[in-house]
């Protein structure tokens, strides 16, 4: 079963900041919040992830809700080549040696970045 | 390139023959998966490795298919008898858990896969 809910697609403008939203109302303690994205004819790329505080990294940042039911992701500046799916994915982020850490992606969010 | 590599990236088949994909994933890392995507969907579950044993098969991997890693390093998936329905993108990805902390799982480019 899905545990996260995204609108179906979006766009925004070259260089201007793109706000990905998720919802995960019934994430767990021991979760964390996942982004991938898949860039067309490509494998999903590793975006960020976090527990419960906001997380930067060169790509993007990710803010998460103080209840940890949503979350949103940031591109700063979106370029034509962010134009890709964006999955937000919860998955735990510890487990007993040798239990499935596997991510379980939905459907993501189309991201279109026009000119 | 010390990335997931994965062979072919393109396999056309007709239906009934056999095929098999290989995976090489990063080096370090101890765990293997195998995804299957369709057009519009999400990559799907197949099954995973911890080094050289088979943990969890999903139940989308029917008898058809098989996966190994033999020596806990290059893994392989093939699929006999192959039908239309088994034309997708099959994806690998592998990751480090080390101590129970789990990894960022890293994905090669895929292996397409049409059956005719």
């Known amino acids: 079963d899905a545990k996260t809910t995204q609108p179906t697609s979006m766009d925004c403008a070259e260089g201007r900041a793109a706000n990905l939203p998720c919802n995960h109302s019934?994430?767990?303690?021991?979760?964390?919040v996942y982004w991938y994205r898949q860039i067309h004819s490509q494998g999903p790329q590793y975006i960020i992830h976090g527990l419960k505080n906001n997380e930067t990294n060169e790509m993007a940042s990710l803010i998460i809700t103080e209840d940890r039911k949503s979350s949103t992701l940031i591109l700063p500046h979106a370029t034509l080549r962010d134009t890709a799916v964006y999955y937000c994915?919860?998955?735990?982020?510890?487990?007993?040696?040798?239990?499935?850490?596997?991510?379980?992606f939905g459907k993501g969010i189309t991201l279109s970045v026009r000119p | 390139d010390t990335g997931v590599s994965q062979d072919p990236r393109h396999k056309i088949t007709k239906r009934g023959q056999n095929v098999t994909f290989r995976c090489d994933p990063i080096s370090e890392h101890n765990r293997l998966y195998w995804y299957r995507q369709t057009l519009g969907q999400g990559p799907e579950f197949l099954t995973y490795f911890q080094n050289e044993a088979q943990l969890e098969k999903s139940r989308l991997l029917s008898d058809r298919f098989s996966a190994e890693r033999p020596k806990g390093s290059f893994s392989t998936l093939e699929i006999q008898r192959t039908e239309q329905g088994d034309s997708a993108m099959y994806l690998c990805?592998?990751?480090?858990?080390?101590?129970?902390?789990?990894?960022?799982?890293?994905f090669g480019e895929g292996s397409r896969l049409t059956v005719l």
């Open positions: 019934t994430i767990s303690g021991n979760e964390y």
């Open positions: 990805a592998s990751s480090l858990e080390a101590g129970g902390r789990t990894g960022e799982l890293f």
């Open positions: 994915i919860v998955r735990v982020g510890s487990v007993l040696t040798g239990a499935n850490s596997k991510l379980t």
